[in-house]
C-alpha cells in the first residue's frame, strides 16, 4: 500500500479545484500536458518578481544569482536520473527539440548514406519526423519494429531487424497513445550486443515512474518538463559524454562558442556547445523547484499509485458495452485508450466535456499507431497520481450518458 495521501498532494494543485460547464473539473489530459503546484509557480513568479536576469554572461550579483539557481537544476536533473555527469544533461525546450538536436547532431557526425534508423511502429511524430528528415539528407533508410495486437513490440522481430548498418535504435520508453512500457532495457542490452547506441523518448516515462539512466545504459534519453507539473518550453537531453563530445553544435550563437572571429569558431565545451542563445531560463528554475516537490513524493510512491489507478480505471472502461482498450501490452503506464463501437471518439470527448471532464481524443501525434489499430482516432484519459478513483467513475459516467445520447 502505498504510503503517501495523494488527496491532501491534488489540493496543491489550484487549478483542479475549479468548475468547468458548472461542474468541477476531471482532468485527465495529463499525458498531453500536466498540472503545476502552486509552490513551482509561486517559484517562477518569485523568479520574475525578483531575480530576472540573463545568465553564464554578467559579473553582476543578479546574473551570477540567475546563473546559480538556473544550474542548479542542472545538478538535480542529473541526481533525479541519475547520469553519472551533470555536464551530460543537456538544456533543450523539450522532448521535441531534444530528439531534433540528437537527430541533427548525432546525424551529421554519425549517420551515413545507406545507414538504417531503427523506430517503433508506435512512435510519436516527435521520435519519427526527425529521423526522417536526416535519413533523406543523408540517404540513410529508417526501419520499423512492429507491434503486436496487444501494442508489445514483436521481440523476434527486432532482433532480426538489428544489424551492421543501423545507426541508432530510436524508440519511446513508454507509448503516448497505448501506454505501452517497451522493454527498454533488453532491447538496449541487444543494440549494445552490436555496438548500436539507442535514444529513448521518455516524455511519458519520466513522470510516471523512477528512471535511472545509468542502469539501462541508455544513451540518450529525451523528456519534458512540462509533462511532469514543471513548466513549457524546458525539456531535458541527458546523453553519454562519449556521444555528446564527439557531436557538432546543432544551433549557433551566442553562449555555444569558446572564441569567434569571421575566420574561424571554437565551440564551448559539452553541454554549452549545445545550448545557443538566451535560455529559458524562468522554465529552468520552475522545473528545479517541481523536482524538489516530486523527490518529496517519491517517485516510487507515484508509480505505485499510478498502477493501481490504471488498473482501476482498466476494469471498470471494460465494463462498459461496446467500448474497446486499445494498447492492452504487458506493462502499461497511465494511459487509457479507448474506441466506442459507434460513436467517433471526438463526440465521446465533446460530451465529456459538457460534464467538466478533459480528456484528448484524435491520433495523438502518432498516426502509425492509430493505422496499425485500424481506428482513425481514439478517446484517450491518461492519469496523474493527482487523479483519484472518483475522476475515473465521473469518466465512466460520462462515458455511460455519452452511450446513451447517442442510443
Ligand atoms: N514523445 C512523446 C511520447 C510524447 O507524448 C510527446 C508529447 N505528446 C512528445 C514526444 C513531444 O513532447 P513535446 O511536445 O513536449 O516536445
Redesign the pocket.
Known sequence: KVDVDFNRIREQFPVLSQQVKGQSLVYLDN???SQMPSRVADRIDAYHRNEHANVHRGIHTLSQKATDEYELTREKVQQFINAEHKDEIIYT???????NLVANSFGNRFIEEGDEILLSEI?????IVPWQMIAKRKGANIRVIPVDDNGDIIWDEYVDLLNDNTAIVAV??????LGTVHPVKKMITEAHSRDIPVLL????AVPHAPVDVQDLDVDFY??????MCGP?GF?ILYGKKKYLDEMPPYRGGGDMIDKVSFEETTYNVTPHKFEAGTPPIVAGIGFGETISFLNEIGMENIAQYEQELLEYGTEQLQRIDGIRIIGTAKEKASVLSFVHEDIHATDIGTILDQQGIAIRTGH???QPTMRRFNVPATARASLSFYNNKEDINRLTEGIRKAISMFE
Open positions: 499525458a498531453a500536458s525546450t523539450g522532448t521535441t527539440d531534444s530528439i512512435e510519436h511524430h516527435a521520435n519511446g520508453h513508454v507509448s503516448n497513445a523518448d521518455g516524455a511519458q529525451a523528456f519534458s518538463a512540462h509533462k513549457t525539456g495523438h501525434c502518432a
